[in-house]
């Protein structure tokens, strides 16, 4: 069982920058891979990014190639996602997931453990 906990939303102007943060419980973090992913209103979930259990591979949006960064932390059991120059479309709530396997996958089906996620809005 994991547990997980995001912080770090706000509000930001657009080109701005947030660091999301994704604290997970349970001594086993390093077995899992971990994404992030977010929810507009209206719309459906999206994939935002993905990183192996390893930290070695990492996967992206299109929509967030180049602009977001993720990683991870396994002595800290935390895992991050870097926003940089932001939009307005950004704007969502984001979470983080963990998937009990070392590889990434962009499919939130595939993933077992989600936070209760955390408001990131980016004014134009």
């Known amino acids: 069982q994991v547990q997980l906990v995001e912080s770090g939303g706000g509000l930001v102007q657009a080109g701005g920058s947030l660091r999301l943060s994704c604290a997970a419980s349970?001594?086993?973090?390093?077995?899992?891979?971990m994404g992030w992913f977010r929810q507009a209103p209206g719309k459906e979930r999206e994939f935002v990014a993905a990183v192996s259990w390893s930290g070695g591979n990492t996967h992206y949006a299109d929509s967030v190639k180049g602009r977001f960064t993720i990683s991870r932390d396994n002595a800290k059991n935390t895992v991050y996602l870097q926003m940089n120059s932001l939009k307005p479309e950004d704007t969502a709530v984001y979470y983080c997931a963990a998937r009990p396997s070392p590889t990434t996958t962009p499919r939130a089906e595939e993933y077992d453990y989600w936070g209760q996620g955390t408001q990131v809005t980016v004014s134009s």
């Open positions: 349970g001594r086993t973090f390093g077995s899992y891979a």
